[in-house]
């Protein structure tokens, strides 16, 4: 697909994976095609990874990485790039520790909100001119061959096509898809009921947070409180006497 996509001209192509499939053959694979990026979701420390991401395991990712990074370095290449990144939540308690994990083997560690997916609707403020790119840039095929609206539409509110009865093609091309590019282009997007609950769109404000010795600026969600520190402790309910 990476070489696919290079011979046809595109100019940037990059995927996200979680890297356990990842082999020497395949790094090589990956070098010789062109791939001008890879970010590896790579959620915490071992104690939050080995769990979040059973049945990988944290020493044998940190590797595959480290061997990709060697495969290219040994070839003077400078693509791809090497992102790694985590949830927020797992590596907040120490996240100049995660950075240091990938010294010398990724070349940018970043860290993501944790998503929510379960807004209602009219708990987010939208902002009714954003202009989605995504229905011009991707498609989300489900496991069953339904063609969501994008990849944030989990529940599948707007299903535009199926794999198993029309091409990819016909699909991107057909008039669901128009429609919901023109309810952007025309304002109308909240309309979409996969809209109104998606954060994407969502008017926001920055706040600070403390990484280490620094203050850095974070996005979140206007009228929403993110919790930026871990919760208290419940106190601990007195053992019962005998």
């Not at 990709?68 to 790694?84: G, H, N």
């Not at 489900?142 to 990849?151: E, S, T, W, Y």
């Not at 009921?193 to 404000?205: H, P």
Request: aromatic content about 10%; proline content about 6%.
């Amino acid at each position: 697909m990476v070489q696919y996509a290079k011979d046809k001209g595109i100019p940037d192509v990059a995927f996200l994976t979680n890297g356990e499939r990842l082999t020497s053959e395949i790094a090589d694979a990956l070098l010789d095609a062109g791939l001008d990026w890879i970010s590896f979701s790579f959620d915490g420390f071992k104690e939050t990874y080995d769990v979040i991401r059973k049945p990988a395991l944290f020493e044998e990712t940190v590797a595959r990485i480290k061997m990709l990074r060697e495969k290219r370095d040994a070839r003077a290449a400078s693509k791809p790039l090497i992102r790694v990144q985590s949830i927020f939540s797992v590596i907040k308690h120490d996240p100049m520790g995660f950075k240091k994990i990938f010294d010398g083997i990724a070349d940018s560690v970043n860290f993501i909100a944790d998503q929510i997916r379960d807004f209602e609707e009219g708990q987010i403020q939208h902002n009714p001119f954003y202009q989605c790119p995504i229905p011009w840039q991707r498609m989300a095929v489900a496991h069953n061959g339904k063609v969501h609206q994008c990849i944030s539409d989990y529940a599948g509110q707007n299903i535009l096509g199926d794999v198993n009865k029309k091409s990819l093609y016909k699909i991107w091309h057909d008039k669901p898809f128009r429609d919901l590019r023109k309810s952007f282009l025309q304002f109308r997007y909240l309309e979409n009921a996969a809209c109104r609950i998606c954060s994407d769109g969502a008017v926001t404000e920055t706040v600070k947070v403390k990484l280490g010795e620094r203050e850095v600026p974070v996005t979140v969600y206007s009228g929403i409180t993110a919790r930026l520190t871990p919760p208290p402790k419940p106190p601990r309910a007195a053992s019962p006497r005998a």
